[in-house]
């Protein structure tokens, strides 16, 4: 009974690459967050994915970056033309949905990514 | 979501009980209270969570005030794989925020 799967744990790219994020989210659970960790500072929402759509993705950042949650395969965060202020630790987190405000959610280990 | 106010840091001694505070005064009727841990290098993970009344669990013990403007965090008894980030996560709507969080640090 897997949690939830995030996949690279550490990637590391040079600036102008891209950065592809993956998170499987626990059995059963149909919906899908991603948020943020810079160095030393909490958690900033980026964006919340249900099956084939985007929620809302009032957190993310305008420009070069994306978020999918397709139908078959894992949710993909995607970033192009990486900067060094996108190095960070990018956390999946996944919930079954059930929004009677006891909205538990179960995160994964993260990707850290780091952009020379 | 409400907006929290949590310590940045407290310290504690190994077995002794910890009580972490969180304030959210702009709490709404509905919203329920989470509570999240996140040790070192790792992801958080869930700890506990409530409404109105007291809650417990084998990881820790919620309790809310009687007006929801606030709630501790209570770990009986402390342990050093007890030393993380505790975040204080109250809000209705289908996205939880987390603030700075209070890094708990436990002595030997």
Redesign the interface.
Same mark, same amino acid.
Request: no cysteine.
């Given at each position: 009974n897997a949690g939830?799967m995030q996949n690279p744990r550490h990637l590391v790219r040079r600036r102008g690459q891209e950065a592809r994020l993956r998170c499987s989210p626990m059995k059963g659970h149909s919906?899908v967050?991603w948020?943020r960790q810079l160095p030393e500072?909490?958690?900033k !929402?980026m964006v919340?994915l249900q099956k084939e759509n985007i929620? =809302?993705e009032s957190g993310m950042p305008k420009e070069r970056f994306s978020a999918e949650f397709p139908k078959e395969g894992p949710s993909i965060l995607r970033i192009q033309q990486v900067v060094r202020g996108d190095s960070a630790a990018y956390?999946c &987190?996944s919930s079954p949905g059930q929004?009677s405000? &006891?909205?538990?959610?179960? !995160?994964? &280990?993260?990707s850290r990514l780091t952009v020379l | 979501d409400a907006k929290t106010t949590q310590p940045n840091s407290m310290e504690s001694n190994e077995e002794e009980p910890v009580h972490l505070p969180c304030n959210h005064s702009t709490i709404s009727g509905? =919203?329920?209270i989470?509570w999240?841990r996140q040790l070192p290098s790792?992801?958080?993970?869930?700890v506990i969570?409530g409404?109105t009344s007291n809650v417990n669990n084998r990881m820790a013990s919620l309790a809310i005030a009687e007006d929801r403007k606030s709630s501790t965090l209570i770990l009986h008894r402390a342990t050093l794989r007890d030393a993380a980030v505790y975040?204080c996560s109250p809000?209705?709507s289908?996205?939880?925020? !987390?603030?700075?969080?209070t890094s708990l640090i436990v002595h030997p």
């Open positions: 939830v919906h967050y948020y500072e909490g958690l !929402f919340y929620i =809302d956390f &987190a929004h405000g &006891a909205n538990v959610l179960t !995160f994964g &280990a993260g | 509905t =919203d329920y989470h999240y790792q992801g958080p993970e869930y969570h409404l975040y809000g209705g289908y996205i939880p925020t !987390f603030g700075r969080g």
